[in-house]
């Protein structure tokens, strides 16, 4: 959801690297990732279909499930400017590619005429901002000394991917450089290599209608936060809202079975007691938090929606005087 390129880019390059690995073998050499090609006979078209589909059916897996990962990013800065991002990184690593042959062939002397093919370079470049701004949080440890975090997969996919090749670490480096010339803010490479509007609204109106999912509708949506304890904060307020959801429609229940009024004042302490626990350092234990005073003029905003006056004011003493959060649940209960 919310991701279509990421999506393109598992879709149709693994559709036809697997088409080219068992059907259509002797096509392969067109996407063959041929420098020397490339510098003696100037075939410039080579870095378009050498630099983009892979011809190792793991290369291919191993990709496809770094990008899965990092679809993150597209989520957050949007299609454009993740598309830009992989423009950059693109064009970057080509360049870093043949430099890094150079100096290879220079300090070494080891004459390098072809690299493995595929998508790589953007996506080892991707590891620079999923290193600078994911928040690492930890998830269990490994013989009491070695940490397993949210990460650690993401980076055992990239040190698979580095080892299935006996010249990848060119790309992976090219890739790396690439990442961290694109993001640094010093040398305003953003600003050049990026794409048009024009562009990302002409891709927006063909295929992203094609390669759209739907939003997922079996889970209740929750903000990401920019930090780990306010993305953990949100979690908790989500569930707080969930028991306090579940105590008013116990309480409707037995309101209908036995008649009468609903408590509000019994299922919203949690709210209550956070509220005010902001303000009090030193609370009394046997202290109760004095009553609200409810605007009228809210009282009568809830009244017009149909709701009767002594729902109104209970749900609004309960909630704080928050109107939004007593709407919400008038309206679900």
């Known amino acids: 959801d919310k991701a279509p390129l990421s999506k393109s880019l598992l ?21 063959a990732y041929n420098l020397q090609a490339v510098k003696e006979d100037f075939q410039i078209w080579r870095l378009v279909c050498g630099r983009t589909i892979c011809l190792d059916l793991k290369d291919t897996f191993c990709s496809t499930l770094l990008i899965y990962n990092f679809r993150i990013f597209e989520r957050r800065y949007g299609s454009r400017k993740f598309s830009s991002f992989l423009l950059g990184a693109w064009m970057l690593s080509a360049l870093f590619d043949l430099l890094l042959v150079e100096i290879t062939q220079y300090i070494f002397g080891i004459t390098i005429n072809s690299l ?11 590891f620079v901002p999923f290193y600078s701004s994911i928040p ?4 269990t440890q490994v013989l009491g000394h070695f940490s397993i975090t949210n990460k650690s997969l993401v980076y055992i996919l990239g040190l698979q991917l580095l080892t299935s090749g006996s010249y990848i670490w060119i790309l992976a480096l090219s890739g790396l ?5 694109y993001s640094s803010s ?5 600003r050049i290599l990026c794409v048009p509007r ?4 002409i891709f927006s109106w063909t295929l992203e209608p094609v390669f759209s999912s739907a939003e997922p509708t079996n889970e209740v949506r929750v903000g990401m936060g920019a930090t780990v304890d306010i993305q953990r904060q949100q979690r908790m307020e989500l569930l707080d809202r969930q028991i306090m959801m579940s105590q008013v429609a ?3 229940r037995q309101r209908q079975q036995q008649g009468g009024m609903i408590n509000w004042n019994r299922l919203f302490p949690p709210l209550r007691h956070r509220h005010n626990a902001n303000y009090q350092d030193h609370p009394s234990e046997q202290g109760i938090p004095p009553p609200t005073e409810v605007s009228e003029e809210q009282v009568a905003r809830l009244m017009e929606m149909g709701f009767s006056r002594g729902d109104a004011l209970e749900a ?18």
Do not use: E
Request: net charge positive; proline share 4%; glycine share 4%.
């Open 250 to 252: 116990q309480m409707r």
């Open 116 to 126: 493995p093919s595929g998508f790589l370079g953007p996506v080892f470049a991707l």
């Open 198 to 201: 024009w562009v990302a609204k």
């Open 186 to 190: 010093m040398l305003k490479v953003h």
């Open 177 to 181: 450089i690439s990442g961290i010339c």
């Open 316 to 333: 609004l003493r309960a909630s704080n005087n928050d109107l939004n959060v007593a709407t919400n649940f008038l309206l679900q209960h």
């Open 11 to 31: 879709l149709v390059p693994s559709a036809i690297s697997i088409l080219l690995t068992l059907l259509f073998q002797h096509y392969q050499k067109f996407f």
């Open 136 to 139: 690492r949080v930890q998830v």
